[in-house]
């Protein structure tokens, strides 16, 4: 496994292109997947997603402290209610907004092994989940955000 470089929104475009899809699913993309755990949880983060770390990919990571979620080619299938609370950014450092997401999302899409597997989410599960898949379509949250602020 390996840390890789997380790009900063400023400094590298590639924040704000759109990911492909995952056609076939080798040995380098697990090694992505590996190395995209490894630097979410070295950056102390509860989410990344494959542009984050230069690779114009569909696949995030999640974990919000129950367990790793790898997700290649997610879409969200459903979604109700919405929340409005504080996000931040790995690619965006030192900023946070409240941003509006749905309170619940179901979100389909490939685990490593290739097979369906739907995420259920409520509450920061479903914000993480919005987040991420944001990210592929080169959507940041300051895009969203009605007031950013600075972090303490
Ligand atoms: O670490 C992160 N925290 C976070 C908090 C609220 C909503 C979303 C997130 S994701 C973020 C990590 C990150 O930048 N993922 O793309
Ligand atoms: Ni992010």
Redesign the pocket.
Known sequence: MALRQIKHYKKDSILRKHSKPVEKIDDRIHILLDDMAET?YH???????AP?VGVLKRI?V?DIGDGLIELINPTIIFEEGEQF????????PGLAGR?KRPSHVIVEGLDRHGEEVEIEGFG?LA??LC??ID?LDGIL?IDKASINYEEE
């Open positions: 979410m950056a102390d983060g509860i989410g990344l997603a984050q995030i999640i609370e504080a996000e931040g950014c790995l690619s965006v941003v920061l914000r993480a987040h991420e990210h949250f």
